[in-house]
């Protein structure tokens, strides 16, 4: 008899499966008219570091996100966020008053990743910007295939 084996579910249905969880632990803490901003999850052992895979999480997740209804700002353009040329965006403590005032921001998904012998273990949060409260997170884990040893610059 065959043994069978369990694959892995791939990176966009994992994001996919944060993003929803995130949205149904969320409840009706945060309105779909508020508006989310994404930035590049980041290396949790240097936090102004990030690669591909880093952008492209965020990138998902906030698809995701607008799918659901609600509203993500792109913002990339903008000077409010640091942005690294070749790396992604990382949001300055210092300039969270100023976005959130200025575009009417009210949550950041952000996160963090940590990279292991054959996985990433990534932590995304929805972070409200006045007071800095987590109002969810979701924690999952990548498998290295070939496509996320692509996205970590492991070739």
């Not at 965006?89 to 940590?114: C, P, W």
């Not at 006045?130 to 492991?154: A, C, G, M, W």
Request: glycine content about 6%; charged content about 20%; proline content about 4%.
């Amino acid at each position: 008899q065959p043994m069978t084996t369990r694959v892995a579910p791939g990176m966009k249905q994992s994001t996919y499966g944060a993003a929803d969880m995130m949205a149904r632990n969320l409840g009706t803490r945060l309105p779909q008219r508020h508006a989310i901003v994404p930035t590049s999850f980041v290396n949790q052992d240097n936090l102004n570091e990030t690669n591909p895979l880093g952008r492209r999480v965020a990138i998902q997740m906030a698809s995701r996100f607008s799918q659901m209804g609600y509203s993500v700002r792109e913002i990339k353009l903008r000077k409010n966020l640091f942005i690294k040329d070749g790396e992604g965006e990382f949001m300055l403590s210092r300039d969270l008053e100023k976005i959130r005032n200025t575009h009417n921001i009210q949550v950041a998904l952000t996160g963090s990743y940590a990279i292991v012998q054959n996985a990433v273990h990534i932590t995304a949060q929805l972070v409200r910007l006045k007071d800095q409260v987590i109002l969810t997170s979701y924690d999952f884990t990548l498998p290295k295939d070939h496509n996320i040893r692509t996205l970590l610059n492991e070739y």
